[in-house]
């Protein structure tokens, strides 16, 4: 299982995934304190990996829930998500992406 802690930043909400491989999907448990983003959670219980690395097939499932429930275009919380996936589907190493601002 791959988890990832979101801080989000400005908003305070803070979000925790866990990312479980089943077969050829992965399971998702997310928590929120964010509204929109338990929106969005309950659209996207489980993912196909493949179809959530690249935008070349078609929108991942996750951007796709993220526009329609995320109210700030900059929420790392998809992203975060995203990461998780790539993580326990063994297509990224678990190293922790940054952005510092100044």
């Known amino acids: ?20 491989m089943d077969e050829s999907v992965c399971k998702l448990s997310i928590s929120s304190e964010c509204p929109h983003i338990i929106k969005m959670a309950a659209e996207i219980p ?10 070349r097939r078609a929108m991942p499932k996750i951007h796709e829930a993220g526009h329609k429930y995320c109210t700030h275009a900059s929420c790392p919380v ?10 326990e589907a063994g297509l990224a190493l678990p190293t922790n992406p940054v952005i510092k601002l100044s």
């Open 1 to 20: 299982m791959a988890k990832a802690e979101i801080f989000a930043g400005d908003c305070g909400y803070n979000t925790e995934v866990e990312a479980t």
């Open 46 to 55: 489980e993912v196909e990996p493949y179809g959530e690395i690249s935008f």
């Open 78 to 87: 998809p992203v975060g998500i995203i990461k998780a996936v790539e993580v």
